[in-house]
């Protein structure tokens, strides 16, 4: 597609509650990340793909979150048994040359965990 | 690891006058430097991005970028402020195939 696409745009999900969220990549795009954006901060890294690869996930916060890119395109963050410590903006970039070029993002999903 | 300082919170400018935020970086090597903006609701977006050569980069919607090796700055600079341009600024640094950003700096504009 032209650009980034992250569903759902927005999420409320009680605690404990297990949640999904899609990110849909620029075609081609090999590279794809995860952030995390809390209120009032900068983005913080989450998980690294290349291509079906997970080259780092050494931001993932605790086991409950995983992250999948089976075929090289569509990836998914899941979040396991959500606490309210989860409320965030979950931003999806995407690129070819991220050291050089840069990411484009996505609108990213708002999550809120009551 | 690799940090990124962005002092101000926030500023406020008028409409029409010059803009400075600034951006501090700790990185040992030339570093990757890039700004983007956010607005309300959306994702972030490049403005403009440094990885070598000469040292003030242009970017898109008239932004422009200083790096100064010296003062481990890449201060963002715009002559004339519009309306439009009221964002979040982030400042960010290439560590390997990730980036860091800064907390970043609200943008007020006055009319």
């Known amino acids: 597609g032209a650009g980034v696409s992250q569903s759902p745009r927005y999420k409320v999900a009680k605690r404990g509650q297990d949640v999904a969220l899609r990110c849909d990549p620029i075609?081609?795009?090999?590279?794809l990340f995860w952030y995390q954006q809390a209120l009032g901060q900068g983005p913080e890294f989450l998980t690294y793909?290349?291509?079906?690869?997970?080259?780092?996930k050494s931001g993932l916060p605790s086991d409950r979150f995983f992250a999948e890119r089976p075929e090289g395109s569509v990836s998914t963050l899941k979040i396991q048994r959500t606490q309210q410590e989860d409320s965030a903006v979950y931003l999806c970039?995407?690129?070819?040359?991220?050291?050089?070029?840069?990411?484009?993002f996505g609108s990213g999903t708002r999550l809120t965990v009551v | 690891a690799q940090s990124v300082t962005q002092p101000d919170i926030h500023i406020t400018v008028s409409e029409g006058a010059s803009l400075e935020l600034r951006c501090n970086y700790s990185?040992?090597?030339?570093?990757?430097l890039f700004w983007y903006v956010q607005s309300p609701g959306q994702g972030l977006q490049l403005l403009l991005k440094?990885?070598?050569?000469?040292?003030l980069v242009q970017g898109i919607k008239g932004f422009e970028a200083e790096f100064k090796r010296s003062q481990s700055s890449f201060n963002l600079r715009k002559p004339s402020v519009h309306w439009s341009d009221a964002a979040e600024y982030f400042c960010?640094?290439?560590?390997?195939?990730?980036?860091?950003f800064g907390a970043g700096t609200r943008l007020f504009v006055k009319a």
């Open positions: 970039a995407s690129s070819n040359v991220p050291q050089k070029v840069g990411y484009t």
């Open positions: 075609s081609g795009h090999v590279s």
């Open positions: 793909f290349q291509n079906e690869a997970q080259l780092d």
């Open positions: 990185y040992g090597a030339t570093p990757y």
């Open positions: 440094y990885f070598s050569g000469d040292t």
């Open positions: 960010a640094v290439g560590e390997g195939f990730k980036t860091i």
